[in-house]
């Protein structure tokens, strides 16, 4: 004799099997979407800071103290005045959202191989906020003005001996996120006048906020 009630429980038992199996796909379909919209939307807003190039305009720059230095496209600016000295780099931002520069850190050597950044609570933070657009140049500066300050001995007897420095900016988006660390060399060349020009170039690229690419 046919058991119409245990038919029915195990219909009911498959469809709602069938129907939490759906379910799930469509969420975890969901999910994967929000995921990867989530990812365009941060790609959209991430900024990559690079050195600019020789052939982009100068940067005028201006310090608070009402010091002005110009930067070369390519180039930066170390710039020493009765015991003080004002810094700059000529930048490019090669990622597709606005840079907002947060500190720097300069160690008084060119840093080469897997030296790691330094942490972010060591960073020097900017007396005002610098911005680079994407697709666009711009500049970093920094000033040391105190002779008590060691790393404006350090800084003079690097220039002197002619040694190259580092510089690590740390930066990140317009909304505060995706935090990173970009380092650069400033390294001395003489000009055909005699004079001291400072090139720089990127050597690495760390990020905080997330994975990184390598």
């Known amino acids: 004799m046919t058991d119409w009630a245990t038919i029915s429980s195990l219909a009911t038992a498959g469809g709602t099997l069938v129907l939490a199996i759906a379910t799930f796909a469509s969420v975890r379909s969901a999910n994967r979407a929000a995921r990867?919209?989530?990812?365009?939307?941060?790609?959209?807003?991430?900024?990559v800071l690079v050195?600019?190039?020789?052939?982009?305009?100068?940067?005028k720059v201006r310090f608070a103290d009402d010091r002005w230095v110009r930067i070369p496209g390519g180039g930066g600016v170390i710039d020493r005045d009765d015991g003080r000295f004002y810094l700059g780099m000529a930048l490019r931002n090669v990622g597709r959202g606005m840079a907002v520069l947060h500190g720097w850190h300069l160690t008084t050597r060119v840093l080469?191989?897997?030296?790691?950044?330094?942490?972010?609570?060591?960073?020097?933070?900017?007396?005002?906020?610098?911005?680079?657009?994407?697709?666009?140049?711009?500049?970093w500066q920094g000033a040391l003005r105190d002779p008590a300050?060691?790393?404006?001995?350090?800084?003079a007897e690097a220039v002197d001996r002619g040694d190259g420095i580092t510089i690590d900016l740390l930066y990140g988006d317009i909304e505060g996120g995706q935090r990173m660390i970009s380092r650069f060399a400033l390294t001395p060349r003489e000009s055909d006048d005699g004079s001291v020009r400072w090139?720089?170039?990127?050597?690495?690229?760390?990020?905080?906020?997330?994975?990184d690419p390598r």
């Not at 300050?149 to 800084?155: R, Y």
């Not at 690495?204 to 994975?211: Q, S």
């Open 199 to 211: 090139l720089i170039s990127a050597a690495r690229h760390w990020n905080l906020d997330r994975n």
């Open 149 to 155: 300050d060691p790393l404006n001995g350090e800084l």
């Open 112 to 139: 080469s191989g897997p030296v790691d950044h330094p942490e972010p609570g060591d960073f020097r933070r900017l007396v005002r906020d610098l911005y680079v657009a994407p697709g666009d140049t711009g500049f």
């Open 36 to 47: 990867a919209a989530e990812a365009a939307l941060l790609e959209g807003l991430r900024p």
């Open 51 to 59: 050195a600019s190039r020789p052939q982009d305009p100068p940067e």
